[in-house]
Nanobody
Framework: HVQLVESGGGSVQAGGSLRLSCVAS????????LAWFRQVPGEERTAVAS???????EYAASVKGRFTVSKDNAKNTLYLHMNSLKPEDSGMYYC?????????????????WGQGTQVTVS
């Protein structure tokens, strides 16, 4: 069935790095827009980065230059490499898929979601 499963979250000190992974199944991974969102308690999910089916990428201003989104179509896996982490990067990170070209950072447009992985930066 259609599924996204994230992993790689954890606790890290400011300035450190983490790599999140998201394994997809049940849909045509390579043809979807894929994205990472972050959510903190009491707030809406906000987009962090996206990667399109042509590998073009977009980033939120707050992470540009520090985070890198990538994917491996052969492994049906989406990645988020996070460097120079800051306490404000903390939150639950979700991967999501959109059955069209990227162009939206609106969480409501994404139809497939993972369960999330927690990132805590202290």
């Amino acid at each position: 069935h259609v599924q996204l499963v994230e992993s790689g979250g954890g606790s890290v000190q400011a300035g450190g790095s983490l790599r999140l992974s998201c394994v997809a199944s049940g849909f045509a991974f390579s043809s979807y827009c894929l994205a990472w969102f972050r959510q903190v308690p009491g707030e809406e999910r906000t987009a962090v980065a996206s990667i399109d089916n042509d590998y073009s990428t977009e980033y939120a201003a707050s992470v540009k230059g520090r985070f890198t989104v990538s994917k491996d179509n052969a492994k049906n896996t989406l990645y988020l490499h996070m460097n120079s982490l800051k306490p404000e990067d903390s939150g639950m990170y979700y991967c999501a898929a959109l059955r069209s070209r990227c162009g939206s950072f609106d969480a409501d447009d994404y139809t497939i979601w993972g369960q999330g992985t927690q990132v805590t930066v202290s």
